[in-house]
């Protein structure tokens, strides 16, 4: 069993920087990739950006292209969300998980950690 710890989170001003990190620990060797999802007040959670761990294959959701930046350290098990140029839509609480295959679901999700964006 894998479980996740995101850390990064906090109050900022429109147009400033956060990094996000996602720490797993346990049964690690099984993921395939690594996914940032966030999901703000009265809205299902969605996928932000997502990174395989061995070839480092990125996607990023529409929203975020150009400002957000995933980016994974297998050494010490982390991924990491760097936001830039943050808006107030992206206010939620943004969650990690990990999938163990290309077709598999993401699972093992962790705590969150909660993102606020003011105007």
């Known amino acids: 069993q894998v479980q996740l710890v995101e850390s990064g989170g906090g109050l900022v001003q429109a147009g400033d920087s956060l990094r996000l990190s996602c720490t797993a620990s346990?049964?690690?060797?099984?993921?395939?990739?690594m996914g940032w999802f966030r999901q703000a007040p009265g809205k299902e959670r969605a996928i932000v950006a997502s990174i395989t761990l061995i070839n480092g294959d990125t996607y990023y959701t529409d929203s975020v292209k150009g400002r957000f930046t995933i980016s994974r350290d297998n050494a010490k098990n982390t991924v990491y969300l760097q936001m830039n140029s943050l808006k107030p839509e992206d206010t939620a609480v943004y969650y990690c998980?990990?999938?163990?295959?290309?077709?598999?679901?993401?699972?093992?999700w962790g705590q969150g950690t909660q993102v606020t964006v003011s105007s």
């Open positions: 998980a990990q999938k163990n295959g290309p077709l598999a679901d993401f699972g093992a």
């Open positions: 346990g049964r690690t060797f099984r993921a395939y990739a």
